[in-house]
DNA sequence: TTTTAATTCTATATTAAAGTAGTAATTAAA
DNA sequence: TTTAATTACTACTTTAATATAGAATTAAAA
């Protein structure tokens, strides 16, 4: 019950990005060696939260990447959605979702709120309130 | 954010096998037929059930599959814990899973409720709970 | 005792996620 | 204009989960 590992590197890619807004531009090199990611593969998450508007980059000499708007318009679910969505509402905790209602298991409720919970964590929760230090 | 193939496999067999106590041994055959799980990757599975003391076998001819104790006893953690653990604690969201409480990022805090919410779900629900249709 | 129907064991195949490699494209400095 | 430093693109490799295949083991029925 876990983020996928590109999740997880988008998140700590985007704290880290955040975390040091007086840098105005980071390299791929630079973030790879900071937070321990595989450099190819860190550069294809970049292209995603690229594509999703969430880091803005420039090629070529003195190039790099940026973040795009405010981490408090920023959401988590927005990161996660970007790269790989692995936390897509599911709905049925045993991967059928037929049943409705009326016909439901108990797991059918018993997962709801959890799982709704969850959800609402990353849907309600910025990318500043996860950079701040907590108070 | 989901479970594995194998968790869900495992809770669909126990509850299709707890549903139908009339029936005293289920044969790999018939499971895999009515429940469309793959009949290799399915007695694989049930090999862990019985290891896990939660399914007896009875090997030859006339043998097969009961279930080891009531469905009362069995939580679903167990169920998920036999097959392959994949809502295992992961403590951090992020993967990382170093800091303390004296220095945590805001998500360790937003995490720790849903996922314990979660965690719970799977501790205090038992399989008849999940069996026996919401009233 | 032989056959048959079942589980169990061992090995292999497929798939998707994670990770790696190399080249192309871009842009500013030299 | 050449070179160096950067991201973007395309293809491949590795790993772990999922799935399949076939032979071995077991035990009751015939
Ligand atoms: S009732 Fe149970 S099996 Fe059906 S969709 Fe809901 S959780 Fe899934
Ligand atoms: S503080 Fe954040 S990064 Fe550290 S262990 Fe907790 S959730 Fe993970």
Redesign the interface.
């Known amino acids: 019950?876990?983020?996928s590992?590109t999740s997880?590197y988008a998140?700590?890619v985007m704290?880290f990005i955040s975390q040091n807004s007086d840098i105005k531009i980071f390299h791929a090199k630079e973030i790879s060696e900071k937070l321990s990611i595989p450099y190819k593969y860190l550069t294809k998450i970049m292209s995603k939260l690229v594509e999703a508007n969430i880091i803005t980059s420039t090629r070529g000499r003195e190039g790099g990447y940026s973040i795009a708007k405010k981490s408090v318009n920023i959401k988590?679910i927005d990161l996660v959605k970007a790269v790989d969505d692995?936390?897509?509402d599911?709905t049925c905790?045993?991967?059928?979702g037929l049943c409705n209602e009326n016909?439901?298991?108990?797991?059918?409720?018993?997962?709801r709120?959890?799982?709704e919970?969850?959800l609402?964590?990353f849907c309600n929760?910025t990318l500043k309130?996860?950079?701040?230090?907590?108070s």
Chains 1, 2 share one sequence.
């Open positions: 019950m876990k983020l590992t997880q998140i700590r704290i988590m692995s936390l897509h599911t905790v045993l991967g059928i016909k439901k298991c108990a797991l059918h409720d018993e997962w709120e959890p799982k919970s969850m609402n964590m929760t309130d996860v950079s701040e230090e907590a």
